[in-house]
């Protein structure tokens, strides 16, 4: 079209506009009557103009905006974006945009939260965005995703966090709320988990369903800690910035309120009580299945949440514990002021529900206290069975041997499923039948409680309040799994008494008086096998009904130890285990004896191994004993062929097992199952409360050993899988250096930082290996007959020291770093040896014979007998001090805190101070930086949950 | 010292009104890069009274770049008008380089600056109201520029009558035939 027509055009455009449809007819009739070309114009041009909308109305400029969501979140998927790579994108909270993207420079998966590019922009909201996150990056807790890093990529600044596969809690509550048992597990933890970060000063700001994931495993975990104020800030950076004002509404509330505090809503200041409202809707909401406040719009719902009273939780949910609903109630309290003032309280009531209604809560119990039931009769037992379990850490010797011979009784592909998480349980015992197990717990104030429940059901039956008593000798379930007998002693009792009580609850029944171990209950039930200990040492049986008809089995000469008797599958023969001393040494056998009278048999002959708990199978079956792993020290278990004393392995892991039952099938084995838990501590040598623990989880297995640099190369149990990492203790961050593929354990770092040496089986049997501080070149270093580990670095830096074990003998082995033939010398000692760093002399442990504490010996290298002799009886840490005058070490018993102490010895004078204190953990390992100013320590506890040991489908 | 670009810009803009077409090709890239840092001190600012308009940010450039002893308010329309088409070449170029995007996404991400990223609601195509800006300112220079002034420059239609010396009426008008016109046009691209 020229201009001339288009001008044209224009005007009557202009003119025709203003008319109504039959006008405007009339009126191009008239005017372009000799022009059908402009009349179709005109006439395009008006349906154009009146199908046009907003087009191009609003200017482009002011429509800019800063890009608050990215425009297509699935468009990054794949996407490289600093050194993370974008897999999915997994939502969107506040401002930014949630993704799921690997590291790849520590290989692990994180939840990348993207902010808009105004942060980068403002250097004081940069400083104080970065304070925020770093308090939230500072929580370390369970039940918290943990911040790791806050940096900036590309110029966007990015916060990383643990990534948590799972659904959060609004899809995990069903509509008529949680059951009560997931309600405690899950709010005592979350309670702990916010106390932990009020006390830190990190206040939520932003407690909803939508901010707690449940993990998989069940771990409920709370995101975005902190992250909320940061959240609000953009929103409001981001709309101040916008020209059109109409999306920002003055005092707009960001998000939902349904989960905000009266004075969030307000807009007023808010502190950790803002949180503890949040929580008690949180809360309401996952107990009832509705919403404390709710409307049509955000303005009725702040309505409600300002002025109306929620119906009481009691209300909804009549079988909710009154301490619960009045909890509740008491969070949500509008007033700051008249609400309840600190998350630990809340914590404080919910766990003590949690105790009273379903399971104990107690994690911080001491190990004597654990094994005073254990092993109730002798006091040397206690120590015995605490450093087998301390020995955890150190034996460290043993992973996975080959199996061996193919057992009469098959318990190959064994599944492994932890029952409980408390930590807490003392013994686990299944019901013959296979569907319900009863356990004890150690409860609050050292108190020991009795439960059952059904393997399926977290929902536990207490059957016995917590009492101030000791369970001695495990449980003895009747075959219908009708009645449960145990017997409860004194803390400082000689002998116990023997009960049983109904496993639907009631009054326990008494049934007899001085007994020291419970055995089984006859294959018909009628009768029960029991140790006493008394003049002579003597295994009895009596009626289950009522403890009468006491009849002796076998009697021994006091001083004789008889554990744990069982009656054979057909009743006629009793197992047990015995102990007998050689002189100061224990050993045990497996003995048979008639019912009725007659020479004893040995089954398993004497062994240094203690034979702790055994069940009989039925159908004559065989045994299956849990029993001391001769390598790892670990209690482990066995299967016994009764009639020919083929001992095969169950179990062939790094777990201790404490006790053994198993169902009449034979098919589910349940035992306590404990571990420790353990992190790696930095501080200054000698400034105990300088140490911060480094490490993000706590299965940090025993060794921790700093590189030159400063980094810490450490190893991991992961599965009961041990694995090498690589750690930065500035920043916490880690990394595995060993292949998933090719486990290794026990590293020790060269001095001049080329190597880690460390023990793996990955060619099947224990053998000395070496790696770069990377990962990289893994090399075999000991190409030696029979088992090499336990490597030591030697001061000069050129050789490794390693155990040598070959079938005739064990010996020391030298062999340099850089590879070559090994030499062979005498050990030092049985157990621990230290060398000085001048490599002149040697301490090394003599054991004691008998009850004889071990001694420590020091030799000058070059001499066969030792110039001094210490009366310490070290275990786990051992080494020489820094200078070659002191020894440093842990005691195994006595003194004060033997666990979480340790102690500085000089040489010379004997003068003895304390060194380091791990209280209240546990002290497994340290080591120091190469400059002795900083110390790695290995410390943790130790926790004890019911486990299930049961056959997959068969797989033949 | 002296600050030079100064001097020069105002220099170029009194040639260019002066009829020099060599002029405007040189003030381009200067006023461009003006905008875009000041775009950017826009961003930083973040104060709530300061809103990212082109208006301002034109005025801004304006008041950096010239000397306003020497020019007139003429001069000032002019350099609006200019930016107007310098911010319709920005916008148009980003989104020409994000064509992959443009059909299907619902945004267009445009960096005015290397800090600072702006996204633009694309319920336009940009490429093809270019386009067709382009052909109706074969028909109707002032109708492209009114377009221009608005759309890209974010000019009220004061602003745009003062700017091009023409009545407020005629803006309304050329605007709304304009506009019908190129909706007609995108459409038909469209389909």
């Known amino acids: ?211 707690i994931m449940i993990a998989k495993d069940g771990t409920p975990k709370i995101l975005d800690f902190g992250l909320a104020r940061i959240d609000v800030r953009a929103v409001q950076a981001v709309r101040q910035s916008a020209v059109d004002q109409s999306i920002t509404q003055p005092g707009q509330v960001i998000g939902t309120p349904a989960y905000m505090s009266p004075e969030q809503a307000e807009g007023k200041d808010i502190d950790i009580r803002s949180d503890i409202f949040s929580f008690g809707v949180v809360m309401y909401e996952a107990i009832t299945g509705v919403r404390p406040f709710s409307g049509d719009s955000h303005a009725e719902v702040v309505s409600n949440l300002l002025r109306t009273d929620p119906p009481l939780v009691s209300k909804l949910r009549p079988e909710i514990p009154a301490s619960i609903a009045r909890l509740i109630s008491r ?101 013959p039948d296979g569907r319900s197990i009863v356990f004890n717990t150690i409860e609050p104030d050292e108190k020991r409680a009795m439960w059952i429940r059904r393997v399926e059901d977290k929902n536990a039956l207490q059957l016995l309040p917590p009492q101030q008593v000791a369970f001695w000798g495990g449980l003895a379930i009747s075959a219908d799994g009708s009645d449960v007998f145990y017997i409860t002693a004194d803390w400082s009792a000689r002998h116990g008494t023997l009960y049983k009580v109904s496993s639907l609850g009631g009054a326990p029944r008494r049934l007899v008086d001085t007994v020291n171990d419970l055995g089984s209950l006859s294959p018909d039930g009628e009768r029960m096998l029991y140790v006493r200990y008394g003049p002579q040492v003597q295994i009895l049986s009596a009626k289950t009904s009522d403890g009468s008809d006491e009849t002796v089995h076998y009697s021994a000469a006091a001083g004789t130890i008889v554990r744990d008797p069982h009656y054979s599958s057909d009743g006629r023969q009793i197992y047990f285990s015995k102990v007998e001393n050689v002189g100061r040494i224990e050993y045990w056998s497996l003995i048979e004896v008639p019912l009725t009278g007659g020479s004893e048999r040995t089954i398993l002959p004497q062994r240094r191994e203690r034979i702790n708990e055994l069940a009989v199978l039925t159908g004559g079956r065989g045994i299956v004993v849990n029993q001391e792993d001769p390598n790892s020290r670990f209690n482990q278990l066995y299967h016994v062929d009764t009639a020919t004393g083929t001992e095969t392995r169950v179990t062939n892991d790094l777990n201790s097992y ?176 230290a060398l000085s760093s001048d490599g002149s002399q040697v301490a090394y442990v003599i054991r004691g014979t008998g009850n004889e504490p071990a001694k420590v010996a020091l030799r000058r290298i070059n001499e066969a007998e030792p110039y001094r002799i210490l009366d310490i009886d070290p275990i786990h840490v051992f080494r020489w001090a820094p200078g070659d005058k002191a020894l440093i070490y842990r005691l195994r018993e006595g003194g004060v805190d033997p666990f979480t102490t340790l102690w500085i010895q000089d040489t010379e004078s004997d003068e003895v101070k304390m060194f380091h204190s791990s209280k209240p953990n546990n002290i497994f390992n340290i080591d120091l930086s190469a400059d002795g100013k900083r110390m790695a320590a290995v410390q943790g506890k130790i926790v004890t949950d019911a486990v299930m040991l049961s056959k997959v489908a068969n797989s033949k | 010292m002296t600050d030079r670009s100064k001097p020069d810009i105002t220099q170029l803009l009194l040639a260019w009104r002066a009829g020099e077409q060599g002029a405007l090709d040189d003030l381009m890239p200067l006023v461009l890069n003006e905008l875009r840092r000041i775009a950017r001190n826009f961003m930083r600012r973040q104060s709530p009274d300061h809103t990212l308009q082109t208006t301002a940010l034109v005025n801004e450039a304006f008041l950096r770049l010239v000397d306003s002893n020497r020019v007139n308010w003429q001069d000032r329309n002019h350099f609006f008008a200019m930016s107007a088409r310098l911010m319709r070449r920005i916008l148009v170029d980003f989104a020409r380089k994000k064509n992959s995007l443009k059909r299907g996404g619902d945004k267009v991400l445009v960096t005015l600056d290397d800090r600072a990223e702006i996204a633009i609601e694309k319920q336009t195509d940009l490429v093809a109201l270019d386009e067709a800006l382009s052909r109706l300112a074969a028909m109707s220079p002032r109708q492209s520029q009114i377009v221009e002034l608005r759309y890209f420059a974010g000019l009220t239609e004061e602003q745009i009558a003062e700017t091009l010396e023409i009545s407020a009426r005629t803006v309304r008008r050329d605007w709304n035939m304009a506009r019908a016109w190129l909706f007609r046009e995108l459409k038909s691209t469209d389909d």
């Open chain 1, 1 to 211: 079209m020229s201009p001339q027509d288009w001008e044209k055009v224009s005007e009557l455009f202009e003119a025709v506009e203003g008319l109504g449809p039959p006008e405007r007819a009339a009126f191009l009739d008239r005017e372009c009557g000799d022009s059908p070309e402009i009349r179709r114009e005109i006439e395009s041009l008006l349906a154009a103009h009146s199908d046009a909308g907003d087009f191009i109305n609003v200017p482009i400029v002011p429509d800019l905006q800063f890009p608050a969501r990215e425009n297509n979140a699935n468009s990054l998927a794949g996407a490289r974006f600093g050194h993370y790579v974008i897999e999915r994108s997994i939502g969107s909270g506040g401002m930014g945009d949630v993704y799921l993207a690997l590291d790849t420079r520590l290989n692990r998966r994180v939840a990348l939260k993207t902010l808009p590019g105004v942060f980068a922009r403002d250097p004081s909201f940069a400083k104080r965005f970065r304070n925020e996150a770093k308090a939230a990056a500072g929580l370390n807790h369970p039940n918290v995703a943990t911040v790791y890093s806050v940096e900036k990529i590309n110029n966007r600044p990015v916060i990383t966090m643990e990534y948590v596969e799972g659904s959060t809690l609004d899809h995990e509550t069903p509509d008529q709320g949680l059951d009560i048992v997931t309600f405690l597990d899950w709010f005592t933890c979350l309670s702990d988990a916010l106390a932990h970060a009020h006390e830190r000063g990190v206040v939520h700001r932003d407690v909803k369903p939508g901010n």
């Open chain 1, 331 to 431: 969070c949500l309290v509008k007033s700051p002021r008249g609400r309840i003032q600190s998350m630990d309280e809340v914590n404080s009531i919910l766990s003590e529900v949690w105790t009273t209604f379903s399971r104990g809560s107690s994690r911080n119990h001491s190990l004597r206290r654990l094994y005073r039931e254990f092993h109730p009769t002798s006091p040397k037992w206690i120590v015995a069975t605490a450093l087998l379990v301390i020995v955890a850490a150190v034996g460290a010797n043993y992973y996975f041997n080959s199996t061996r011979a193919t057992p009469a009784v098959s318990f190959a592909d064994l599944t492994f499923r932890r029952l409980s998480q408390a930590g807490d349980v003392v013994y686990a015992h299944i019901t």
């Open chain 1, 658 to 833: 404490f006790g053994v039952s198993i169902s009449s099938q034979g098919d589910q084995i349940v035992t306590a199952h404990r571990q420790s838990l353990n992190d790696i501590w930095v501080g200054e040598t000698g400034n105990h409360a300088s140490f911060r623990k480094v490490t993000r989880e706590p299965n940090v297995f025993e060794i921790a050993s700093w590189t030159p640099d400063g980094r810490i190369i450490y190893d991991v149990l992961d599965n009961n899988v041990p694995h090498i990492w690589m750690l930065e203790p500035e920043s916490g961050v880690s990394r595995q250096l060993t292949p998933s593929d090719s486990p290794g354990f026990g590293p020790r770092v060269t001095p001049d930082g080329r190597y880690t040496i460390f023990t793996s089986e990955r060619t099947g049997e224990r053998k000395l290996w070496r790696m770069n501080l990377d990962g990289s070149e893994p090399v075999l270093l000991t190409n030696v007959e029979g088992e090499a580990f336990s490597g030591r670095i030697a001061p000069d830096g050129r050789n490794v020291y390693f155990r040598w074990r070959r079938a005739d003998r064990e010996s020391l082995g030298v062999i340099p770093v850089d590879g070559g033939d090994a030499t062979e010398l005498p050990l030092f000692g049985e157990t621990y040896w």
